[in-house]
């Protein structure tokens, strides 16, 4: 029974750095693709990086791609997301999900065991 916490959200100026942790709990994460997803309000969820079972395939929402990147650290069985150069409108709760299969369209992948989210505040 997977279960993740979201970790690592705060309050940032504009151009700064945040890295989030998803840590998981009762499995490997090592076993799942992982990815991170990030809601705003009046806004549906959109995903945000996502990483493969073995860590070397990674796919960027374009917004993120260039800024954002995802890793794991199996020791500490976490899936970490730096996120550099902040724009306000990065401005959103981040959740967490892990899929037993990764496929071709990353976002349609069976994402289950979410996290409860953390909040990440962009200020410009």
């Known amino acids: 029974q997977l279960q993740l916490v979201e970790s690592g959200g705060g309050l940032v100026q504009s151009g700064g750095s945040l890295r989030l942790s998803c840590t998981g709990s009762?499995?490997?994460?090592?076993?799942?693709?992982v990815a991170w997803f990030r809601q705003a309000p009046g806004k549906e969820r959109e995903g945000v990086a996502a990483?493969?079972?073995?860590?070397?395939?990674?796919k960027y929402s374009d917004s993120a791609k260039g800024r954002f990147d995802i890793s794991r650290d199996g020791a500490k069985n976490t899936v970490d997301l730096r996120m550099d150069n902040l724009e306000p409108g990065d401005t959103a709760v981040y959740y967490c999900a892990a899929a037993t299969l990764l496929r071709a369209e990353t976002w349609s992948s069976p994402w289950r065991s979410w996290g409860q989210g953390t909040q990440v505040t962009v200020s410009s």
């Open positions: 009762g499995d490997e994460l090592d076993f799942y693709a």
């Open positions: 990483i493969g079972h073995g860590g070397n395939i990674k």
